[in-house]
């Protein structure tokens, strides 16, 4: 079922998206070789903790930690680990949730270790711009999940990248995970139409190769089947009638 939000349930979101947008720049800021995901997960925890809000991913349906690192052909559910040391020309993608009075935000952001090539940089920035691309043809009323779709996968598949099928986006409000599905794939003029009050988080997850990923033994990780890189660029956002706001910006 869609959950229509009132503007005093978006203001909640609004700060939970702010405390996950400061939590990936601070991310940013610490991404450097020689740093493992388990120290970055910890400062990504107690910096959320310490704005007065719950990481949303920690125990989520088991998950260990409290943010998601990937590291390069690694698509999304990377677990932080000890043992994982970022590297000079990796590229890792944080995803993030904060829930504060109840509410959630989410977002993602893929992110370069030192000096990367310029084909991982490229695949930074097209998946940065399928979202953009997405987010600018949105009008509530008009606008159809599979509109949404068609304007991700386009824009990537024009570089000849693989557009994730298995994972998709999704509805976000008082739980992280709501109706609907928001697809990175699709007919344009298909599904339902979008409507003033919907918070939806929009996330393409694009890889350098294929489309098709492989779920690894530890229940999470999910990687590219060919071991390409894969990005990710994900955030929350808000319908209103007139405009759409995003929310982790």
């Known amino acids: 079922m869609i959950s229509i939000k009132t503007d005093e349930q978006i203001a909640y979101m609004r700060k939970a998206n702010q405390i996950v947008r400061d939590t990936l720049n601070l991310l940013r800021d610490h991404t450097k070789p020689g740093v493992s995901t388990y120290e970055l997960n910890k400062l990504a925890h107690d910096y959320i903790v310490s704005c007065g809000a719950v990481p949303s991913f920690l125990n989520y349906n088991g998950f260990p930690a409290s943010i998601c690192v990937s590291v390069d052909c690694e698509v999304v559910h990377g677990i932080p680990s000890k043992k994982k040391i970022l590297r000079e020309g990796q590229i890792v993608s944080y995803d993030c949730g904060a829930i504060f009075n109840g509410w959630q935000g989410d977002a993602a952001r893929t992110v370069a270790v030192g000096l990367i090539s310029p084909e991982c940089q490229q695949l930074i920035d097209v998946t940065e711009q399928c979202f953009f691309k997405a987010v600018d043809i949105i009008q509530a009323g008009v606008?159809?999940?599979?509109?949404?779709?068609?304007?991700?996968?386009?824009?990537?598949?024009?570089?000849?990248?693989?557009?994730?099928?298995?994972?998709?986006?999704?509805?976000?409000?008082?739980?992280?995970?709501?109706?609907?599905?928001?697809?990175?794939?699709?007919?344009?003029?298909?599904?339902?139409?979008?409507?003033?009050?919907?918070?939806?988080?929009?996330?393409?997850?694009?890889?350098?190769?294929?489309?098709?990923?492989?779920?690894?033994?530890?229940?999470?990780?999910?990687?590219?089947?060919?071991?390409?890189?894969?990005?990710?660029?994900?955030?929350?956002?808000?319908?209103?009638?007139?405009?759409?706001?995003?929310?982790?910006?």
């Open 143 to 249: 606008t159809r999940l599979g509109d949404i779709g068609h304007a991700v996968q386009s824009h990537a598949e024009s570089f000849g990248y693989g557009v994730v099928r298995d994972l998709v986006g999704h509805g976000i409000g008082r739980e992280m995970h709501e109706d609907p599905e928001v697809p990175n794939f699709g007919m344009a003029g298909r599904g339902m139409r979008l409507s003033a009050g919907m918070t939806i988080a929009i996330e393409p997850m694009i890889n350098m190769g294929t489309e098709r990923v492989e779920y690894m033994d530890d229940g999470w990780t999910v990687k590219t089947q060919d071991r390409k890189p894969s990005a990710h660029y994900e955030n929350t956002i808000a319908i209103f009638h007139d405009r759409v706001e995003i929310l982790s910006l």
